[in-house]
């Protein structure tokens, strides 16, 4: 009396996937309908691995997407958490007990992530694959819709779980020998947690109006270190800059000028891939050096000298975030904190020849790395 149920449940089944796979094409298509790179790992599954593969198939190959496939032994963190090129969108699907699945899935920067967990009435029977993948599909979609997110921090509260082992076929060994040798099972490997703090470093091009003084010019070098949020990148910066000489004409005396300095700066920046923002704020001092030469016979100048000016500066603007570094073009501005002009002394008089601006603009082309 059991074999009529049965095929009807299997026909039932059929109908059912067949209906789910065609509404999911519907769905993919016009959302993805460019063909994307999905990457599937099955963690420990070992004994219900071809049945999965080939209803994964039928859930993405023909929702236009290259599915690519394979099996470990254990949960790597560390590959969950890192950047790897090559697939738009990586799934990891891991077995926690007979009751429950488990889904991770992360894009190929490592930067945005989502779990999800699959309730199992009885573990990988065929009702259980079945609805295993259609979770799966539903949240990738999801996923790279950017509808559905989990913190990073979420992500890692997860790896601490125990996870049991998928049930390994009899190993082949004598009995005698020693267990190491045997296969590990599944569960989540002992790699460390990838440290949210970094170094970075990297170069610009600045340009400083000064008003009177001119425009000066010239490299920054740049080291800091950063610490990386959710959703935005702190850095703590220390950057030496070195302008080209120039010169700058008063009424009586022409500057030669050249200038280099030091700055502080306390960044933020937006942190996913893509167009961003950045924003700095930060102080430091120039060391400017000038000789004077007078513009007429009439006039005598002194030797040349230098002084130091400490300044306040600011700065914001665009950012291109990749996963090995960010370009971004910033609009300056830097406010010295010392009063500075150049005197022409007339008979008992003094008449003020050059005074720099108190506000001083600029721009400033950088790359970073990472």
Partial sequence: ????????????????????????????????????????????????????????TEWFELGAFELVTRWQPTLRVDEVLSSKAGAELRIWLVLMGKARARVY???????????????????????????????LSSSA???????????????????????????????????????????????????????????????????IHRGAEGTGHGPE?????????QRQRLSLSLRGRYEWPHRAAGDEVTLALQTAGMRLMLGVESDPPGFGWAARFGAGWDRVSYTPRPRTQETTARRGSADFRPLLGFAVGGVIQGQRGSIAVLTLLELPLVDTHYDVALQAARRIDLAPWRVQPGLALEAVWP
Avoid: K
């Fill in 221 to 229: 070098a740049m080291l800091g270190v950063t610490y990386r949020g």
């Fill in 1 to 56: 009396m059991r074999v009529p149920r049965l095929v009807a449940c299997s026909r039932l089944l059929s109908a059912v996937r067949c209906l789910a796979v065609v509404a999911a094409v519907l769905v993919a298509a016009p959302l993805h309908a460019g063909g994307r790179t999905v990457s599937v790992t099955l963690v420990g599954i070992r004994s219900d691995r071809t049945a999965i593969e080939e209803l994964l």
């Fill in 105 to 135: 899935f992360a894009d190929a920067a490592g930067e945005r992530f989502l779990v999800r967990d699959v309730p199992l009435r009885d573990g990988l029977d065929e009702l259980g694959r079945e609805r295993i993948v259609q979770i």
């Fill in 141 to 207: 979609h999801a996923f790279l819709a950017r509808s559905a997110n989990s913190s990073r921090e979420e992500i890692q509260r997860t790896f601490a779980e125990p996870t049991p082992a998928d049930p390994l076929p009899p190993p082949t060994e004598p009995a005698t020998a020693p267990p190491a040798s045997h296969e590990p099972t599944a569960g989540v490997g002992s790699q460390p947690h990838p440290s949210p703090w970094g170094l970075r470093g990297g170069g610009s091009y600045v340009a």
